[in-house]
């Protein structure tokens, strides 16, 4: 086998850590509302409203960087509860329950 075949080989067993290394774009995005001031910080809206939610396991966020909005995710007795919050105020604008 030649230098090229086996070296062509060996690229294929490598895989591309690269890749995996890089921020998602909704990350990439929420940091750079946040560096311009437009949203505040994951952190401090997680501590404003998980206190509000007694009773429930609090599952995780999402950002819609279009909407400037985080949901957070919560689940009690089953049941599944979505709780916007606007990311520029950290106030509720909506609960689904």
């Known amino acids: 086998m030649n230098r090229v075949a086996i070296a062509f080989l060996l690229t294929l067993a490598?895989?591309?850590y690269p890749v995996l290394a890089q921020p998602s774009t909704v990350q990439g995005q929420v940091r750079?509302?946040?560096k311009?001031?437009?949203v505040r910080s994951l952190r401090e809206i997680e501590?404003?409203?998980l206190p509000?939610?007694?009773?429930m396991e609090y599952l995780g966020p999402?950002?819609?960087p279009?909407?400037?909005v985080y949901r957070l995710k919560f689940i009690r007795q089953g049941r599944v509860v979505f709780v916007d919050v606007?990311?520029?105020s950290g106030t509720i604008i909506n609960q689904s329950r």
């Open 14 to 16: 490598v895989p591309p």
């Open 32 to 34: 750079r509302d946040m």
């Open 36 to 38: 311009a001031g437009a």
């Open 47 to 49: 501590q404003r409203i």
């Open 52 to 55: 509000t939610m007694p009773g």
């Open 62 to 64: 999402e950002y819609d």
């Open 66 to 68: 279009a909407a400037l």
């Open 86 to 88: 606007d990311a520029r």
